[in-house]
């Protein structure tokens, strides 16, 4: 939806006619992919009045670009309206008009909101490889009512929707139909000035209620890779060197909630600090930001995580989002599951106190202060990409000098070196954690965690066909404490009984590694597959700058995705996948075999049908992780169908409702949720959607806690849990110009459950019969009754956001959090925990963020 690749679409260009370069159908045929077309842009003596009309005098003379095909939803079909693009420049800016020719012009959509933000509306799309290196480039998006969107992309299709330039685009509205006029300033793209420059150049159109999509040149659905199809822009001659600095300093004004020594106390306080790009030169850039704050982001969303895993939770913040994807090195993550496991997680930087429910009453509100990050970004001719991070946080204390957060540095290098036009390529990447540890933080913290990492890929057959692969070494130093409680957390759990893993108390050091190997067709009409092997070892640890939710594991997984993306009586795409996928300890316990299928389907008026389910559990296999830490534990088989539909985007109200059911352990494990949405657009400037999550989890065996008695006996204990979960999400967004938006966001959370029929583990968790698994413990009232929760749980941002100039930006901001929990299920239904929370004292935050944009 936010430009080409973010349809999840693998797209390739074809050769249309009435072009400079014509490809011969016969080597196309067979496999050669056909020549770039070729526009030229106009030199303009006078710069043109971004006004949307195109009555200057450079566009009188600008050859039209006129070839436009119809992509989506039958490739290469021609298009139902006429396009028309001409394309001019001068030494500091590129200019383009778009002519998007509509008979019906009251029926063009556009709709009002917040930059950035999509939606369901007319859109013209620019994209620039300005490096022409076929791998990156910049995406440039206006809708007819003048709402802008901008990304930067890397890998050839991937895309980073933090990156924010400084540009300008004007749309008018027509007896015609409707135009757009670019002024984009040659400062915000990376190229390097010669004698006559060359861009990689592509314009899309998208008419939303045709569900059409036209593009010069055509875009195919059959050849992977997006920038690498782009046409290219010729005549860029005397371009200058983009400026050397941007910087955009701000002041932010702030009143919040926090606890100290046990009690809620308002704190205000006002800070300064900036952010500075600095070209160093024309292909190497320097990002930098000092004493950040982002207020202005949204809060997590509520859950409650009753599993061995650690909850995975998005980066909002824009400077480490920004650039993110040339800083990505996928662990465990294939076409059949991914779990955002990478070597690299950015919200380590500047988290939340690892110590403080430790040594304090209760947890800080406020996260780990960034005192300074910079990041280095260099692209160079060769097809050499470097990318460096570096951060410092400042060691968090208590009331006592009691240290939550030791001062911490953190680094990542990350190199990537494209061979033949980027169709194969070689990497590496390193990552180091340098913590200030001291007497009360060394016992629970490593001193330092390093991490190194090789990658290649490779395409071949006419670039349908990839292999790949990496290799990745960790290495981690502390204190024997600090050590110990590494190679026993749930990432590793080296005490597990059964494991036959060297659990090692002197250890002051941590060593593993993790090697990957993918082979599948990521290009064709129909067919695509992929099928991976990947292994991580028993002491493989990223988690100090990284994500992993697991070590000492070894999966195999095949995907085999059908397509059909040309528009049929019935339907305009449809899609089905087959999955299958093994996991086993490194030793070689098998943990899963699981077959999963779905389809997804999008008929001619624009609803959406999804379906599937999973077979799991298919043979003998064990859960290593049930008892945290204890024995495996033998697992049943379990069937998982799931459900959706969704409505027409182009309307006034679009509807959802998806549903999901699980059935396991000879049917005394079940689940259901349902997840009804409610999207409401009105007047072009209001839009609101209204959410709810409902599920129940029945577990029969849910892991309740391990004690150790007089003996020295480990009793692993479960027992029978019956959850309800129900949250609400509520947005509301007013638009006032492109510029001048109002967002409100809220969701309560309420999560609860009643325990009871408390048992252990036995001497046989392995046994077939799933009740010879389990033993009684404890006395009949305590096995009974073992308790409940109730865990409630309150977010609310309300966000006014005004670009008074371009680049600079006003921000005020409402925050507010309520969390509570309680021993026991208790007798309320939603509304009236929903009360309870509201009667919770709350943490608020009043901030008021400036900024203003400098380039000289």
């Not at 400042?394 to 070196?417: L, M, S």
Request: charged letters at 20%.
């Amino acid at each position: 939806m936010l430009g080409i690749a973010s349809i999840a679409l693998a797209l390739a260009m074809q050769t249309p006619q009435n072009v400079e370069a014509r490809a011969d159908s016969a080597v196309a045929k067979h496999g050669a992919l056909p020549a770039p077309l070729r526009t030229v842009a106009t030199r303009a003596a006078q710069a043109p009045v971004i006004d949307g009309k195109d009555d200057d005098a450079v566009w009188r003379t600008a050859t039209p670009i006129t070839d436009f095909l119809q992509w989506n939803p039958t490739e290469g079909k021609a298009p139902t309206f006429r396009t028309e693009a001409k394309v001019a420049y001068d030494a500091a800016n590129l200019y383009v008009f778009v002519r998007a020719y509509d008979p019906h012009p009251d029926s063009i959509i556009r709709i009002l909101e917040r930059r950035d933000t999509f939606t369901p509306s007319d859109m013209i799309w620019l994209f620039v490889d300005s490096y022409h290196d076929h791998r990156t480039g910049y995406e440039f998006g206006v809708n007819a009512a003048g709402v802008k969107m901008d990304q930067a992309m890397y890998d050839d299709g991937r895309e980073d929707r933090a990156w924010d330039a400084v540009w300008d685009a004007v749309t008018t509205i027509d007896s015609l139909g409707w135009t757009a006029e670019y002024r984009i300033p040659l400062s915000q793209l990376r190229y390097v000035p010669s004698g006559d420059n060359v861009f990689g150049f592509t314009i899309d159109r998208d008419i939303y209620r045709l569900s059409e999509r036209v593009s010069w040149p055509l875009f195919r659905q059959s050849q992977a890779g997006v920038v690498s199809q782009f046409g290219e822009l010729h005549g860029l001659a005397g371009l200058e060197a983009p400026r050397r600095f941007e910087g955009t300093p701000y002041t932010v004004a702030k009143a919040s909630s926090r606890i100290i020594d046990n009690r809620y106390t308002t704190s205000t306080n006002l800070t300064v600090g900036g952010d500075l790009k600095y070209r160093v030169a024309p292909n190497v850039t320097i990002d930098a930001t000092v004493n950040p704050d982002f207020g202005q982001v949204e809060a997590d969303p509520a859950l409650l995580n009753l599993t061995a895993y650690e909850s995975f939770f998005d980066e909002r913040r824009p400077f480490f989002v920004s650039g993110a994807g040339l800083f990505r090195f996928d662990v465990n993550c294939s076409q059949v599951n991914c779990n955002n496991e990478g070597l690299y997680y950015s919200r380590r930087i500047g988290r939340t106190p690892q110590l403080a429910g430790l040594y304090g009453d209760t947890v800080p509100l406020q996260p780990t202060t960034i005192l300074g990050a910079a990041k280095l970004l260099a692209r160079f001719q060769d097809g050499l990409t470097v990318s460096a991070l570096d951060a410092v946080s400042q060691r968090a204390a208590g009331v006592r000098d009691t240290t939550y957060e030791p001062q911490t540095n953190y680094a990542v290098i990350r190199a990537t070196q494209d061979l033949r036009n980027g169709n194969s390529a070689f990497g590496a990447m390193l990552t180091a954690v340098n913590r200030g540890t001291d007497q009360w933080s060394s016992p629970y913290l490593a001193n330092s965690a390093y991490v190194g990492a090789v990658d290649f890929r490779h395409r071949f057959l006419a670039n349908r066909y990839e292999i790949s692969g990496s290799l990745d070494a960790s290495r981690l130093e502390g204190s024997r404490q600090a050590i110990l409680a590494t190679q026993t957390d749930a990432v590793h759990y080296f005490q597990r009984p059964d494991a036959g893993l060297p659990l090692d108390t002197t250890r002051t050091t941590l060593g593993g590694d993790a090697e990957e190997f993918k082979f599948g067709k990521v290009g064709g009409e129909h067919l695509m597959f992929e099928s991976a092997y990947q292994r991580r070892s028993a002491g493989f640890e990223i988690n100090d700058l990284g994500y992993l939710r697991r070590a000492d594991q070894q999966s195999w997984n095949t995907w085999v995705g059908w397509f059909d993306r040309r528009a049929t009586k019935y339907y305009n795409r449809l899609q089905w996948n087959n999955n299958w996928w093994q996991y086993w300890t490194t030793n070689g316990l098998p943990l899963e075999a699981a077959y999963n299928t779905n389809m997804h389907i999008t008929f001619t008026n624009n609803w959406s049908w999804h379906m599937g389910g999973t077979i799991g559990q298919l043979g003998e296999t064990y859960d290593d992780r049930q008892a945290r830490g204890g024995p495996a534990v033998r697992q049943d088989s379990y069937i998982a169908p799931w459900a959706g539909v969704s409505g027409d985007d182009r309307k006034a109200v679009v509807p959802s409702l998806f549903f999901n059911y699980f059935r396991g352990s000879v049917g005394r494990n079940s689940s259901v949720s349902l997840s009804p949405e409610l999207d409401f657009k009105m007047s072009g400037r209001f839009s609101s959607s209204i959410g709810v999550n409902w599920s129940r989890n029945i577990s029969d065996n849910q892991w309740y806690g391990n004690t150790t008695d007089a003996a020295n006996i480990v009793h692993y204990t479960f027992a029978h849990l019956d959850q309800y979960t129900t949250s609400v999400t509520m947005r509301l967004n007013y638009t006032f110009t492109p510029d001048v938006s109002l967002q409100a966001y809220l969701q309560p959370f309420v999560s609860k459950g009643t325990f009871t029929d408390l048992r252990q583990l036995s001497a046989t968790p392995r046994a077939v019969n799933y009740t010879d698994r389990y033993a009684p413990y404890g006395d009949a009232a305590t096995s009974a009754q073992p308790g409940g929760f109730n865990f409630k749980e309150f977010q609310s941002n309300l966000v006014f956001r005004w670009e008074y100039l371009p680049g600079s930006t006003l921000f005020i901001v409402w925050n507010e959090g309520r969390q509570g929990s309680t021993q026991g299920q208790g007798n309320n239904d939603f509304g009236g925990d929903v009360r309870d929370l509201m009667a919770l004292h709350p943490a608020n935050t009043l901030l008021v963020k400036s900024s203003y944009w400098l380039n000289w």
